[in-house]
């Protein structure tokens, strides 16, 4: 155990079909969080150096054949969504009535899980995001009508190994939670692509762009967590009236703004969702 006492919500047996960046990410949370490595199962069929090196050190049990694994308390689904068709045959073996579903498939709806795996009494649907591989992730879930009161327990204490949880009442909301929270991170990391450029543009040497325009915009986010204030509040404690950032927002302001694009980019985010939906 990595450390203090273990969330006692956490699951007995847990497999996770799928160990690219998201269920790796996941599954170093989990250990950090006290969940006993002897207890999960990782079914991928070319596991990265990294799973292949946990697994190996921590006793963690690798693509053992599904025909000799019994129903876990918990399968998680982080495979690409594209696959969960050709998957869900063999996966479906794993659940029994007892079993939780937890999926972080984009766009994989509560019903349409529930058609690839009918044994399953609890269907959780959840999209975590890439900062979730340091821990400081956001993940929306939605559960099924089925799922009880501990179920809901055990999935937020899954998940909470990696960040913040919110639950949501709707289904309907996921998909736009997917194109905000689970898309989101690259909309920041452009944010970044975008400043650097503009300062080589500006006439800055490339590092030294590149170097003011990640330091902005991690220290602006530590700011923001740190402040009792709003983002609103924030812009314009840093926006004087005729000055240098308030011509600056007047070109990010308008139809052509940020504003608009990022409303494009998460009905974009959305839309593509709902589309990889079954």
Do not use: C
Request: aromatic share 2%; hydrophobic share 50%.
């Amino acid at each position: 155990m990595d450390g203090a006492a273990p969330d006692p919500a956490l699951p007995s047996s847990l497999v996770l079909a799928g160990a690219g960046k998201m269920g790796a990410s996941l599954l170093d949370g989990w250990l950090k969080s006290g969940l006993d490595p002897v207890n999960v199962t990782i079914l991928d069929p070319h596991p990265s150096e990294h799973i292949e090196r946990l697994a190996a050190e921590r006793g963690i049990a690798l693509n053992t054949a599904i025909e000799a694994i019994r129903p876990p308390e918990v399968l998680v689904l982080a495979i690409k969504p594209q696959s969960l068709a050709e998957a869900a045959p063999s996966l479906a073996r794993l659940v029994a009535p007892h079993t939780l579903v937890l999926s972080i498939l984009a766009g994989k709806t509560l019903a349409g899980l529930a058609g690839h795996f009918p044994e399953a009494g609890a269907i959780v649907r959840a999209m975590p995001n890439l900062p979730a591989s340091i821990g400081r992730g956001i993940t929306g879930v939605v559960a099924s009508q089925k799922t009880d009161d501990a179920q809901r327990s055990t999935a937020t204490a899954l998940l909470a190994g990696s960040g913040a949880v919110e639950w949501l009442d709707d289904e309907a909301l996921i998909d736009a939670l997917t194109g905000v929270s689970g898309s989101g991170p690259a909309y920041v990391f452009h944010l970044v692509e975008a400043l650097a450029a503009a300062g080589v543009a500006a006439g800055l040497p490339a590092d030294l762009a590149e170097r003011l325009a990640r330091g902005t915009v991690t220290g602006s986010g530590a700011l923001l967590e740190a402040s009792p204030l709003s983002a609103t509040a924030l812009r314009e404690a840093v926006t004087s009236k005729g000055g240098t950032t308030a011509a600056a927002l007047d070109e990010l302001s308008g139809d052509n703004g940020i504003g608009p694009a990022v409303t494009r980019a998460v009905a974009a985010a959305k839309r593509r969702a709902q589309e990889l939906a079954d």
